[in-house]
């Protein structure tokens, strides 16, 4: 008999069942950004203020649809909501998209210091 061990969730993933985020990078350049830290590890380039404040939208993550119903899906756990509205509306969408597949939605934001 073989037994499967459940992996313990961590992270953002301990409050939600999926994550939605739009963009690469945010104009706040907090200080303590983890998002940032984690990005720079794996592409230097983002340690540049000016390229991780321009906030690059991923198309192909606003195309992939939210298909799950009755989950919580967390938006946006890499990067701010700015009320800008090339940012803002698009992650308007996807918050209304999750909401009309009745699930349940957590919004992240992050104080600016």
Known sequence: MQTTEKKT????????DLKVNLF??????C???????IRNR??????????????????????????????????????DIIREPEIFNPCLDKILESLNNQNKVLITTKPHF
């Open 24 to 29: 690469v990078g945010c104009k706040h350049n």
């Open 42 to 79: 794996f592409n230097p380039i983002y340690s540049n203020p000016e390229i991780w404040e321009k906030m690059i939208f991923r198309p192909e993550a606003y195309r992939k649809k939210i298909t799950q119903k009755n989950v919580i899906t967390m938006h946006h756990s890499t990067h």
């Open 9 to 16: 969730k961590s992270g953002a993933d301990e409050w939600c």
């Open 31 to 37: 200080k303590y950004c983890y998002a940032k830290c």
